[in-house]
């Protein structure tokens, strides 16, 4: 699936794997696709977003609160090392070996997957993208796809900023950008 997804559309999926990691989250969820949209800074979704006042260092900080709140800790993958370490294997010199041998943050450690939710909300952009005729998605296919998960903690972050999803998706298609974006 993610070789049909555009340049900026990669961009922010790999931007949200590496949200997920700073946070110190060991999964991917609707909220780190939200913060991957913003991080890249470019693209119709970024463009919506911010234009909706809604920018990355509070919705970094709106994930981290409403994680919290819902009582979910972030481990950085404590639990997956201390499984691996009482069975002797030591991480952290994997790391370093890594690092030296293929340069810094080429082995990270426990690999974020994503959640039931962030899987709906990927499966619902490709159902986007094809109801505007696309055969490929860009951000802005991305952010309508994680509109349509209500269980996801995006929705609860955009609350925070008093985004309407409903407003949002119909920025969107107004605004929705040729194949590219």
Do not use: C, W
């Amino acid at each position: 699936m993610f070789e049909f997804f555009t340049d900026h559309g990669k961009q922010a999926v790999a931007a949200s794997q590496d949200e997920a990691i700073a946070l110190g989250h060991d999964f991917i969820g609707t909220e780190h696709l939200l913060l991957g949209l913003l991080a890249t800074g470019s693209g119709t979704a970024a463009g919506v977003l911010h234009g909706q006042n809604v920018d990355l260092e509070r919705a970094r900080h709106e994930t981290v609160r409403v994680l919290e709140a819902a009582g979910i800790p972030a481990t950085g993958g404590r639990p997956a090392r201390d499984a691996l370490s009482s069975l002797g294997i030591d991480v952290t010199q994997i790391q370093r070996q890594a690092d030296t041998s293929f340069g810094p943050g080429a082995f990270q450690f426990p690999r974020p997957a994503y959640t039931p939710e962030a899987r709906t909300a990927l499966t619902n952009t490709l159902s986007e993208a094809r109801a505007l005729g696309r055969d490929t998605f860009g951000t802005e296919h991305i952010l309508l796809g994680l509109l349509t998960v209500p269980e996801g903690h995006a929705l609860k972050i955009l609350a925070s900023f008093q985004a309407d999803p409903a407003a949002l998706r119909e920025t969107i298609l107004a605004h929705a950008a040729p194949e590219g974006t």
